[in-house]
């Protein structure tokens, strides 16, 4: 297994909650890392604040994530039957509009949990990004990313 560099671990947080399906959960809280801290100057204020943030809004995301899942299933049987297009439509709509909510909610999150950094935090964890995106650029992609580690 490959082990990630500090940026692959920033990335792997841009990537599942900017760039991921709609709902997609961070599996790692680069907040919790010692040494994302660390390199950050996160202190343990802020990384709390910032846990916060993430722990209130993890419930109407899971829950907004369901609908949506259950949105698409029933637009799967609608196109399964053969619906007329007025009802694939409809039910489109009904999937894009929860969709909508979810990627508003989860952006709304990332921008509250932005709020608690210091300008200069901000300008350390895009320049942080901007180097993993570069570095991810560079190499073969290499499956789903599920097998990746992380150091702490």
């Known amino acids: 297994m490959k082990q990630l ?41 802020q990384a709390t604040r910032i846990d916060n943030v993430f722990q209130a809004t993890m419930p109407q995301l899971r829950q907004s994530k369901e609908d949506l899942d259950r949105q698409e299933a029933d637009l799967s049987r609608l196109i399964e039957a053969n619906a007329d297009e007025a009802k694939i439509a409809r039910q489109l709509d ?30 350390k964890f895009k320049a942080l990004h901007q180097q993993w995106d570069r570095d991810r650029r560079a190499r073969p992609h290499e499956g789903d990313g599920d097998s990746r580690q992380h150091k702490n």
């Open 94 to 123: 009904k999937v894009e509009a929860t969709r909508g909510t979810l990627n508003k909610m989860r952006t709304l999150m990332l921008l509250h949990q932005r709020e608690v950094l210091s300008p200069e935090q901000r300008v």
């Open 5 to 45: 560099t500090f940026g692959g671990v920033l990335c792997a947080w841009f990537v599942l909650t900017l760039a991921g399906p709609a709902g997609a959960q961070p599996s790692f809280a680069w907040w919790k890392s010692e040494q994302f801290r660390k390199d950050l100057g996160l202190t343990a204020e």
